[in-house]
């Protein structure tokens, strides 16, 4: 009985579990359409991710990740897209620096997979390319970011 009680025990560790995943915004805009594909196609492409999070009720984690995508072709605007892509979150039983990372990285390394393939689908309903971006390794951006707000406290 005893052994029953410490296994038991043991599986109040630390806790990781997705909710939910959802689109929380999506946007586009071609200001130049129709005219933008009767010219050549040179595009050039400026992205902008973000990421934010919230404390929800109890031990659950909103995470928002928003891609926002400006394509240029020459000097015109072709196409602003932006996908704000959440997710829901139970995580417990993490020290603060764990849930800050798991928060900051982990949790939108997991819904980049999603807004890429919004962002994408939206796009091609536009009529124009795919993008295709690449992946993002956010535990670097992570530490870049951690290292920028401790160069701002030094």
Same mark, same amino acid.
């Given at each position: 009985?005893?052994? $029953?009680?410490?296994? +038991?025990?043991? $599986?109040? +560790?630390?806790?990781?579990? *997705?909710?939910?995943?959802? /689109?929380?915004?999506? @946007?586009?805009?071609? =200001?130049? @359409? =129709?005219?933008?594909f009767?010219?050549?196609?040179?595009? !050039?492409?400026?992205?902008?991710?973000?990421?934010?999070?919230?404390?929800?009720? +109890?031990?659950?984690?909103? #995470? #928002?990740?928003?891609?926002s /995508?400006? #394509?240029?072709?020459?000097?015109?605007?072709?196409?602003?897209?932006? /996908?704000?892509?959440?997710?829901?979150?139970?995580?417990? &039983?993490?020290?603060?620096? !764990?849930? @800050?990372h798991?928060? +900051?990285?982990?949790?939108?390394?997991? *819904?980049?997979?999603?807004?890429?393939?919004? %962002?994408? !689908? %939206?796009v091609?309903?536009? @009529?124009?390319?795919?993008?295709?971006?690449? =992946?993002?390794?956010?535990?670097?951006?992570?530490?870049?970011? %951690?290292?920028?707000?401790? &160069?701002?406290? &030094?």
């Amino acid at each position: 009985m005893t052994e $029953q009680a410490n296994n +038991g025990a043991e $599986q109040q +560790g630390p806790q990781f579990s *997705l909710q939910r995943i959802y /689109v929380r915004d999506l @946007s586009f805009e071609a =200001p130049k @359409s =129709p005219e933008i594909f009767r010219k050549e196609w040179t595009p !050039s492409v400026a992205l902008d991710l973000n990421t934010k999070q919230k404390a929800l009720e +109890g031990d659950f984690h909103e #995470v #928002v990740l928003t891609l926002s /995508v400006t #394509v240029k072709n020459g000097e015109e605007t072709a196409f602003i897209a932006e /996908v704000q892509q959440a997710g829901i979150f139970l995580i417990k &039983g993490l020290d603060a620096d !764990s849930m @800050s990372h798991t928060l +900051g990285a982990f949790c939108p390394n997991l *819904l980049f997979p999603y807004a890429r393939e919004a %962002l994408d !689908s %939206l796009v091609t309903r536009g @009529s124009f390319p795919a993008l295709m971006l690449a =992946p993002v390794n956010f535990d670097a951006l992570y530490a870049q970011e %951690l290292e920028r707000l401790q &160069g701002n406290n &030094g």
